[in-house]
């Protein structure tokens, strides 16, 4: 028998759950913890999925990776997976963000680290490297795009989270890795560099680009290291279409 102190620390702090699910009629005992008074769930069940279907998507793509294939890679029921996820719609946008938060992670990195400017700037690049280089996150991406754009508000929504995210995280990267002042033309220069690279994506997923993914990587991050910067630093003086005419 557990001592009491055991057993009053999980009622205190936790609860065991069972969770009856209405698709497939499976249940799944969940463990959590309460906090704010409402039971978060442990995070590992849901990078465990997520982890699974990137894997499979990379290897076989969006349409023949199914919620049972995701369930049995991850070890876990069809059960738990849709206690996670209401649709697989769903689950795949948690993937792409999850393999495409290049600068959520470096972000961290540079917190926890006190990792110096120019690391940071080395770990940009690679992680640039490898998303243009793995094609598989933006075939997703554009896989959810097309009901985002025919009217799917919450997919529209999420979307729109996701590159106001990106955007703010990118110009604050400038802001360290080149140690320019904040300024308000950052996020529209962050903005151009992240859509750039949604450019050259599209153009992968398309089979219309014209050079080597490799090549473009490596320019694509020498231009950010600097052009980036001495656009900043020289923004001041730049003022060569202030008053261009638009017809």
């Known amino acids: 028998m557990p001592p009491k102190n055991w057993i009053i620390k999980y009622l205190t702090f936790g609860i065991f759950y069972i969770i009856l699910n209405s698709r497939t009629m499976s249940i799944m005992i969940v463990f959590g913890r309460i906090e704010n008074g409402e039971v978060e769930m442990h995070k590992d069940g849901k990078l465990k999925i997520i982890q699974a279907a990137q894997e499979l998507i990379t290897c076989q793509g969006v349409e023949k990776t199914s919620m049972r294939d995701i369930a049995e890679k991850a070890g876990m029921t069809t059960g738990a997976i849709y206690y996670y996820y209401k649709s697989k719609e769903e689950l795949l946008y948690d993937v792409m963000d999850f393999a495409a938060a290049v600068t959520s992670e470096i972000v961290k990195m540079r917190s926890k680290t006190d990792a110096k400017p120019d690391e940071v700037l080395d770990e940009i690049a690679r992680k640039v490297s490898q998303q243009l280089e793995n094609n598989s996150v933006w075939n997703l991406r554009y896989y959810l795009a097309i009901p985002a754009a025919q009217g799917d508000e919450v997919l529209r ?7 106001a995210a990106q955007t703010k995280r990118t110009a604050e990267l400038f802001n360290y890795v080149f140690s320019t002042p904040s300024q308000p ?9 992240v859509a750039a ?3 050259i994506n599209f153009q992968q997923f398309t089979g219309a680009l014209p050079v080597k993914i490799e090549e473009l990587s490596r320019i694509y991050n020498e231009f950010f290291a600097f052009a980036v910067p001495l656009f900043q630093k020289n923004l001041k003086d730049i003022h060569r279409f202030d008053n261009l005419k638009r017809d």
Request: charged share 20%; net charge negative; hydrophobic share 45%.
């Open 157 to 163: 929504a999420r979307f729109s989270s996701n590159y």
């Open 197 to 199: 690279l949604d450019g």
């Open 185 to 193: 033309e950052d996020l529209l220069l962050a903005s151009i560099m």
